[in-house]
């Protein structure tokens, strides 16, 4: 199993859809969970973290499911400037070692079209 | 937020040449710099963890003597590509956090074409 598993994509969604992505994570372990975007030939850029109780930013919402190591992303009201791709990104202790890393999924392409 | 700067953002060289890439925190101090490389439709995949004052932890896979780590000061870390060839060509990111629970700030990322 991958340590960090996204949806394959590409979606493709009308302007002013709901769109879901979907994330798994093998180490549970692992102790900090981020949404990042990155666009074509650019750096990711933080979205928002994501948090056991869910978090909820306009309208992007995030949740994670401990027990299942599962996280997803929830964007309303889609814009054609949401168009990216969306990392997902668990961070937590390298084995035998003490410091951290962060392990990236491969990302999933959004397409708002109009 | 903090920032990271990365430089150059582009660069193409001729092969078996070597390439120097620096990462900058800008507004903060870095003990540990992170150092990614993606390839097109690809994930990124981290390189080496940069240590300040001491070596770089390279993870499996990956020629330390070919990519060159140096994190001479809190706020500096280099990345060198020696002797570079074709499948060197790739994007290369560096990445830092500001603290231990803090989310991870990127450089801008650096192009590098090898021709």
């Known amino acids: 199993r991958k340590e960090v598993e996204q949806d394959p994509g590409p979606f493709n969604v009308p302007e002013g859809a709901t769109v879901a992505f979907n994330c798994t994570y093998s180490?549970?372990?692992?102790?900090?969970f981020f949404w990042y975007r990155q666009d074509c030939r650019k750096e990711p850029k933080l979205l928002m973290s994501v948090y056991s109780s869910g978090n909820e930013d306009g309208r992007f919402t995030a949740q994670l499911n401990r027990a299942s190591q599962y996280i997803s992303l929830l964007i309303r009201d889609s814009k054609l400037s949401d168009s990216a791709t969306y990392l997902c990104v668990v961070k937590g202790r390298r084995s035998g070692a003490g410091s951290y890393q962060l392990t990236f999924g491969k990302g999933t392409k959004l397409s708002v079209i109009p | 937020g903090a920032v990271v700067s990365q430089h150059p953002s582009w660069v193409i060289c001729k092969s078996g040449t070597s390439v120097k890439i620096e990462c900058r925190s800008l507004?903060?101090?870095?003990?540990?710099m992170f150092w990614y490389r993606q390839f097109p439709k690809q994930s990124l995949m981290l390189m080496a963890t940069s240590n300040e004052g001491s070596k770089a932890t390279y993870e499996q896979g990956v020629e330390k003597d070919k990519f060159l780590i140096n994190h001479a000061s809190l706020t500096l870390s280099t990345l060198t590509v020696t002797s570079a060839h074709p499948e060197d060509s790739s994007f290369y990111i560096c990445?830092?956090?500001?603290?231990?629970?803090?989310?991870?700030?990127f450089g801008q990322g650096t192009r590098l074409t090898v021709v």
């Open positions: 990445s830092a956090h500001p603290g231990l629970n803090t989310e991870a700030f």
């Open positions: 507004d903060f101090q870095a003990t540990t």
């Open positions: 180490n549970s372990a692992s102790q900090s």
